[in-house]
């Protein structure tokens, strides 16, 4: 079983990508969105969008401000929707940032690795032996 592991993410301002912080998130394959602390996007000039309901482990729920942010990791960046964490909540990386990254978790090293992107063409023929 792998353990949980983190790793050092830039958070930039999509309307101004010079302005970022850098930032240890912990890796979370079950969580959609990462969570980024609330004052760290207030001081990129990210503002909320609005608001969404998410279920904690536990069965409460709870409401989160959520807006967009570029992430950059391993040299690549993607844009993605993030929450607004409030204090007490955990830096995440979650799966939404992975996949437009391109990466996978590899649960034998605890660490991440590009995946194996697929794409289904319409034009494509099945291969021949």
Partial sequence: ??????VRVRV??????????NLEMVVDTGAMYCVVPRDVLESLG???ERRKTFTLA???SITRDVG???????GDDTHALVVF??????????????EGLGLEVDPSHGVLRPARL???AASASPATA
């Avoid at 079983?1 to 983190?6: D, H, K, P, Q, T």
């Avoid at 967009?68 to 391993?74: I, N, Q, V």
């Fill in 118 to 120: 697929w794409l289904l």
């Fill in 1 to 6: 079983m792998m353990g949980l592991f983190a």
């Fill in 46 to 48: 990210i503002r909320p």
């Fill in 12 to 21: 930039f301002a999509l309307d101004d990508p010079r302005r970022g912080r």
């Fill in 85 to 98: 964490g409030d204090e007490g909540d955990a830096p995440l990386f979650g799966a939404f940032a992975l």
């Fill in 58 to 60: 536990d069965g409460r």
């Fill in 68 to 74: 967009w942010a570029g992430l950059e990791y391993g």
